[in-house]
């Protein structure tokens, strides 16, 4: 299992006012511990939210394929959080409607801020610092989910 660590600078302060998203469900926690929490997240759901525990300044975020997931569980392997790769993309060019975000790849992990701002991991999990927050939500690049299957993992650290 490929885990990339990126230490992030991370905005602290609490999201003043923001509404949970109404089409969000909330994202299942599989591992805590002193100072981490680590997601699971599911090809079959949507938007999966989760608002961390942890209180002190988090520092990282670890991204890893956990048993990895695919956008057509029986056509496609399963892949980790950068998505299809291009063989498999030129596959489903047709479906592209069924993308979330139409330039990224199918399977790509994406997330979301305060219930509107879309973002990605770019590979090699180079992040935007600025943009973590203690509540985020995540999803795969893909709306037809009833074909999927497979998780992602995604952990937060505090620093130490």
């Known amino acids: 299992m490929k885990h990339v660590l990126v230490a992030v600078g991370v905005m602290v ?14 994202a299942r926690v599989v591992s805590t511990g002193p100072g981490f929490e680590c ?12 608002e961390t525990r942890l209180t002190g300044t988090l520092e990282a975020l670890r991204l890893g394929r956990g048993e990895g997931w695919t956008v057509d569980a029986n056509t496609y392997d399963r892949v980790g959080p950068d998505g299809h790769g291009t063989a498999d993309e030129a596959r489903l060019a047709p479906y592209a409607t069924y993308k979330e975000q139409s330039s990224l790849p199918f399977g ?6 305060d219930g509107g701002n879309v973002g990605h991991f770019p590979s090699g999990w180079t992040f935007n610092t600025q943009q973590i927050r203690r509540v985020m939500e995540f999803r795969i690049n893909d709306t037809a989910l009833q074909d999927n299957a497979g998780a992602v993992e995604v952990c937060f650290f505090e620093k130490r």
């Open 13 to 26: 302060a609490a999201l003043s006012g923001a509404a949970e998203a109404q089409d969000a469900v909330r």
């Open 39 to 50: 997601l699971s997240i599911s090809a079959r759901e949507g938007w999966q939210r989760h």
């Open 108 to 113: 790509r992990l994406l997330y979301r801020l």
